[in-house]
């Protein structure tokens, strides 16, 4: 063991020794990272890379010889969704990687996410979803009433994104990560002020001719952005006021936490 620290403390020295840029998304899911990552890796002329150890199957926690790798070989960046962890934050602030925190309208994310677990059931063969490590779905979901299915992500997932939230709102607040935190609904309803603000955020200037090509050109993209139906305000009408305060009541437990960006008032 005390070999392998060995080995990965002299690659990641060489590793911090060049000009390769690093960069990081890391969001809740159903919040149109796809297509932020386009738009990112076009606009910074950058590689797509996994910070992660495995894409799928852990994507809850960074990865230092991944990370290392990825500096080595080229200019990167990585889209994942890991919460603000102590281990996480470390490596971070290891290389200097201050990251995009992409969030949502929590309403909004329960209804999409049902409609990707209706769609995508059928089709495992192993007769569940892990869905990116954040929850574990079986088909029996697909036996459930409407009302019982939003009940189901409320009390098994959306947890989840409370903790993803509060960790990096933390975070960021106690000064001990520098993220920007930006939303689904501004990137969606503007991407040029998105794009103009992440280019602040990492000290870099780009003319508005260069942000409105790559905006023409990455939405062109459009199986590789996966965007879905995308419906804002959407959460609320199909939720019951019982699950709106069910959700309201999880965020409760973080009283030091501000909600607004993801709709808690």
């Not at 991944?66 to 994942?80: D, F, G, P, Q, V």
């Not at 102590?86 to 409609?115: A, C, G, H, Q, T």
């Not at 019982?148 to 939230?165: A, H, R, S």
Request: aromatic letters at 12%; one cysteine or more.
């Amino acid at each position: 063991m005390e070999e392998i620290n060995q080995f990965l403390e002299k690659k990641y020295q060489e590793s911090i020794k060049n000009d390769n840029k690093m960069y990081v998304v890391t969001s809740f899911p159903k919040s149109a990272s796809s297509y932020l990552n386009n738009l990112l890796t076009t606009l910074f002329e950058c590689k797509k890379a996994i910070y992660c150890s495995i894409r799928r199957a852990n994507n809850q926690d960074l990865y230092l010889p991944n990370m290392i790798e990825s500096k080595l070989s080229t200019s990167t960046l990585a889209r994942h969704h890991f919460i603000g962890t102590l281990n996480n934050m470390e490596l971070l602030n290891k290389f200097n990687l201050d990251p995009i925190v992409l969030v949502r309208n929590i309403y909004d994310v329960v209804p999409s996410w049902r409609d990707d677990f209706v769609k995508d059931l059928p089709e495992n063969e192993d007769d569940s979803t892990g869905h990116m490590g954040i929850g574990y779905v079986t088909k029996e979901f697909l036996s459930f009433e409407h009302e019982k299915q939003m009940d189901f992500i409320i009390d098994m997932q959306v947890p989840w994104l409370i903790k993803f939230y509060a960790s990096w709102y933390r975070l960021i607040q106690q000064n001990k990560i520098n993220g920007l935190m930006i939303s689904y609904e501004n990137l969606t309803l503007n991407a040029k002020d998105t794009l103009k603000s992440i280019s602040k955020f990492y000290k870099e200037e780009f003319s508005d001719e260069v942000y409105d090509n790559i905006i023409d050109k990455v939405s062109e993209m459009k199986a590789s952005n996966n965007f879905n139906v995308g419906i804002k305000g959407r959460g609320p009408k199909e939720l019951t006021p019982k699950q709106i305060e069910k959700i309201k009541k999880l965020c409760s437990y973080y009283s030091d936490v501000d909600f607004s960006l993801i709709g808690i008032n």
